[in-house]
């Protein structure tokens, strides 16, 4: 059933197609999912949602990336190994050979869509799609329009994705037959040569990255965030495996959106209408709002059943270990609708350091916020193969290196300015080892971690003594309701004192070495923020 409000003639016409395209406008995800299975593209799970694999590709591809660089883009972007840049004569030769192919379908889909929670920044996107199951993760992760809002519609960017279409490296300017192009001045994102779902969103993701510190002054995040009864706002940052989505999951606050935000002088609101969450090892009682999203409308990606039946094997790494799905915000039983909160009063950085250094809490001032920001750190064990015990450190700028176009000094800048601004409590959590390094250590306890957090939240370390750490500098709390003082002071916990102090100068140099690349583009104050060695 097409909307009433749009002729897909119109749509037809602009994109050059011929009158013999249909034009799947605007479908219901049960119309979309009907399509999917009718064509062999998907089959419903024992709970009804939709299970597709999208293909060769199942994760991003960060090298195939791609901005096109031209007068907008030429200084204002931080071309690195992230940000690609490609002649703007090879983006119009994508579109066309793009279009001319979606063109020779029988069967076209798009759908009309929005970006950005708090009304003043909304932007309305125009999403193509060679496959309905593309077309249900864009229905699932963006904003929906009401009826009245689509009547008057104006798309201000495009997404044209098309996974059979493959490009030519030597006459496309590509790296490989896929590829994923930004032109801010055409404002489209091409997609070709993948079916991962998870180049459509983090191709506008990049373009907010892009456009919202540049021209209006608001932070884009790479987070999850929350809201207390009281309107009190927390944002978690941390990359995959420090407990972001988990800890962010609070039955006792609202959930404003689990990973891109962006903050503004008064709000934080979410950038997205959904979730996209990983689902290896997903059991109802590790995570039970996303295991009971797993339901009609749903889109769940490159998962295996139990044989002979229809119930998903979530331990199953078979196709790959980025099993992941796809649903509605209002999936999540206590989702703050419409997902715009106040100003944040506490932000939080989760690490899972596996060496077993950084303080399970720690307080940083603001220049040491910054640095830390910028430094990105995780470190987990390196693999799940026998005899591989030694962890392995992962530094990503600002928590979501690939997809900032800016240097991240501008996003560390605008961090520090607003916490300073609006008096923001930051806090370093460390999710992973204590009293030693992984094969020695123990992983720290979650409901230490949550403890720590909620302490956190409710001011209850506003008053406590501190202590400094001597290498990293942040400030460790003497107590903390609900855990034991032991284990505050990471150095205390290890048997080992003078092992601890040569773990801790050897992470330290790596954090330094890591910087390096940064420091041209950062304030004096976030370089004295840098671990003593």
């Known amino acids: 059933m097409m909307a009433a409000t749009m002729d897909p003639k119109q749509i037809l016409q602009e994109l050059g197609f011929t009158p013999k395209t249909t034009i799947h406008y605007q479908l219901s995800p049960e119309e979309l999912a009907e399509q999917t299975v009718l064509r062999g593209q998907g089959v419903r799970n024992d709970t009804g949602a939709l299970c597709i694999r999208t293909g060769e590709f199942t994760g991003r591809s960060p090298k195939d990336k791609f901005i096109v660089k031209d007068a907008l883009t030429e200084s204002t972007v931080d071309w690195n190994g992230f940000n690609i840049p490609i002649d703007e004569k090879y983006f119009h030769q994508l579109k066309k050979k793009l279009l001319d192919y979606l063109a020779a379908k029988e069967e076209v889909w798009v759908r009309d869509a929005q970006a950005c929670a708090d009304p003043a920044h909304r932007m309305n996107i125009r999403v193509i799609n060679e496959h309905p199951w593309s077309n249900l993760f864009a229905h699932n992760m963006f904003l929906r329009p009401a009826e009245e809002e689509l009547a008057v519609f104006e798309p201000e960017w495009q997404i044209i994705q098309a996974p059979g279409f493959t490009a030519d490296p030597a006459e496309d300017g590509t790296r490989q037959h896929n590829f994923a192009v930004i032109s801010f001045a055409q404002k489209t994102i091409l997609i070709g040569g993948t079916g991962y779902t998870g180049e459509i969103k983090k191709g506008i993701f990049s373009v907010l990255n892009f456009l919202l510190p540049n021209e209006r002054n608001v932070l884009s995040m790479h987070c999850s965030a929350n ?108 989702a703050l609708e419409p997902s715009i909160g106040g100003l944040p009063k506490n932000i939080f950085f989760l690490t899972c350091d596996a060496y077993g250094v950084l303080p399970p809490i720690s307080r940083l001032s603001a220049g040491q916020a910054m640095y830390q920001f910028i430094s990105g750190y995780t470190a987990r064990v390196a693999g799940t193969e026998a005899g591989v015990t030694e962890p392995k450190s992962t530094f990503s700028a600002c928590f979501g290196a690939p997809f900032l176009p800016l240097h991240p000094g501008k996003y560390a800048e605008m961090l520090g300015e607003k916490m300073r601004k609006h008096e923001v409590n930051v806090w370093m959590i460390n999710t992973g080892w204590s009293g030693g390094p992984y094969g020695i250590g123990n992983r720290m306890k979650l409901s230490y971690t949550r403890a720590m957090i909620t302490a956190a939240l409710e001011g209850k370390l506003d008053n406590v003594g501190y202590e400094t750490h001597p290498v990293f500098g942040m400030e460790m709390p003497l107590s903390c309701p609900g855990v034991p003082p032991e284990i505050l002071n990471p150095r205390s916990t290890w048997a080992d004192k003078t092992a601890y102090d040569a773990k801790a100068k050897d992470l330290a140099i790596q954090f330094v070495q890591n910087f390096e690349k940064y420091a041209s583009g950062v304030s004096e104050e976030i370089l004295q923020a840098a671990p003593k060695i």
């Open 227 to 334: 809201m207390g009864k009281e309107g009190d706002v927390a944002v978690f940052f941390g990359l995959s495996g420090t407990g972001k989505t988990t800890l962010s999951a609070d039955p006792n606050r609202k959930l404003i959106g689990d990973d891109e935000h962006g903050w503004t002088d008064t709000t934080v609101f979410n950038f997205e209408g959904g979730c996209y969450a990983k689902t290896i090892d997903l059991s109802e009682e590790k995570e039970p709002e996303i295991f009971r999203a797993i339901r009609p409308a749903a889109l769940v990606e490159n998962i295996q059943f139990y044989p002979g039946t229809l119930q998903i094997d979530f331990s199953s790494k078979a196709i790959t270990e980025n099993t992941r799905v796809s649903y509605p915000l209002g999936y999540i039983s206590n």
